[in-house]
T-cell receptor, first 111, second 116 residues
Framework: AQSVTQLDSHVSVSEGTPVLLRCNYS??????LFWYVQHPNKGLQLLLK??????LVKGINGFEAEFKKSETSFHLTKPSAHMSDAAEYFC?????????FGAGTRLTVKP | ETGVTQTPRHLVMGMTNKKSLKCEQH?????MYWYKQSAKKPLELMFV???????ENNSVPSRFSPECPNSSHLFLHLHTLQPEDSALYLC???????????????FGSGTRLTVV
């Protein structure tokens, strides 16, 4: 079965500096991959998704992720962090609509 | 508003109470899900409904009872809960095509449940 590992449980950056949230996946097929964001006391919001089209995927709020099959990775990046980016981020791998969530990475943004 | 509405947003209940969580999706999706999110734990899939039929029950205790009367509505009936059941309960929906592309899930904002 497919699985996903988020390599950092907590990432802290300063406002205006780059963000890198790391995700590795395992899948027997050609998976779909997603990043979701969850702000405090809110549900999960889809940031971006990869579904076998372009390997560099652009999402909302300036985030993007690159699908690297050779490295089985789908890291999330943003050139410049904003205070409003502070939240929990979930990487998700899916086969045939069976979604598996990572444990989450908490992003803290310092002024 | 994401198109998936959950009510109530917050619920406090005693261990002997009976309550229900409601989820409604306005997206025309044909699959709906209940997830449990506890502090410091990964999301736990509880129930899956496809075309109103329950297709998955991940060993959830019988004190949680789902109901899906139609493809737009999903309920989670609660009775004799334990304090460890306190969590954020998230509903999601998706369009299941059966094969091929996966468009992801749309989540509601959740119900924060506290069992006292």
């Amino acid at each position: 079965a497919q699985s996903v590992t988020q390599l950092d449980s907590h990432v802290s950056v300063s406002e205006g500096t780059p963000v890198l949230l790391r995700c590795n996946y395992s899948s027997s097929y050609s998976p779909s991959l997603f990043w979701y964001v969850q702000h405090p006391n809110k549900g999960l919001q889809l940031l971006l998704k990869y579904t076998s089209a372009a390997t560099l995927v652009k999402g909302i709020n300036g985030f993007e992720a690159e699908f690297k099959k050779s490295e089985t990775s789908f890291h999330l990046t943003k050139p410049s962090a904003h205070m409003s980016d502070a939240a929990e981020y979930f990487c998700v791998v899916s086969e045939w609509n069976d979604m598996r969530f990572g444990a989450g990475t908490r992003l803290t943004v310092k002024p | 508003e994401t198109g998936v509405t959950q009510t109530p947003r917050h619920l406090v209940m005693g261990m002997t109470n009976k309550k229900s969580l409601k989820c409604e999706q306005h997206l025309g999706h044909n699959a709906m899900y209940w997830y449990k999110q506890s502090a410091k734990k990964p999301l736990e899939l509880m129930f899956v409904y496809n075309f109103k039929e329950q297709t998955e029950n991940n060993s959830v205790p019988s004190r949680f009872s789902p109901e899906c009367p139609n493809s737009s509505h999903l309920f989670l009936h609660l009775h004799t809960l334990q304090p460890e059941d306190s969590a954020l309960y998230l509903c999601a929906s998706s369009q299941e095509g059966g094969q091929g592309d996966n468009y992801g899930y749309t989540f509601g904002s959740g119900t924060r449940l506290t069992v006292v």
